[in-house]
């Protein structure tokens, strides 16, 4: 059996996951992206206290604003980001992490096909964090990911 892993308090935990989770939000809802990072680290503050060891907490908080996010888009409709709206990424020439690479050609895609591609792809999520985060299956998440990679080359092809 695994040993528990402390749990560090929230205000590290805070510090070492909002940028990149404000980073995730504004490429799955452009300008709504700010009011869906605060409703996340919100419910994780309200559930901190609750967990019973400090191990995956990362894929926890992508867990949240995943669900965060997909709430928000049923709620008002998808829409596409467009890369100048996430304002410290326009003009950018420096190498972009994956998942800023991945965002002109993931915009089109349904919204669980781009979350799994980019926590997949760009942040380097396991299928089974993915399916949490989801609230799905690995196997669907895994799905999900493909789907979203056929999508992709199709699209390409069609557009080079």
């Not at 980019?118 to 942040?123: A, E, Q």
């Not at 799905?143 to 999508?151: H, K, L, Q, Y």
């Amino acid at each position: 059996m695994m040993a528990a892993v402390a749990i560090p308090p929230f205000e590290r935990f805070y510090g070492e996951h909002c940028d990149e989770v404000l980073g995730y939000l504004r490429r799955l809802l452009g300008q709504r992206a700010e009011d869906a990072w605060q409703e996340t680290f919100l419910r994780a503050l309200r559930a901190y206290e609750r967990l019973e060891h400090g191990r995956h907490l990362r894929a926890w908080v992508f867990t949240i604003a995943t669900r965060v996010a997909l709430d928000d888009l049923a709620r008002n409709g998808r829409r596409t980001v467009a890369l100048d709206e996430a304002p410290e990424l326009a003009g950018r020439e420096a190498p972009r992490p994956a998942y800023e690479q991945l965002e002109p050609y993931t915009e089109l895609l349904p919204p669980t096909e781009r979350a799994a591609v980019v926590l997949h792809y760009g942040y380097d999520l396991p299928y089974a964090d993915i399916g949490a985060a989801l609230g799905s299956s690995e196997e669907a998440a895994r799905a999900a990911a493909s789907s979203g990679v056929r999508r992709l080359r199709r699209n390409l092809e069609r557009h080079p």
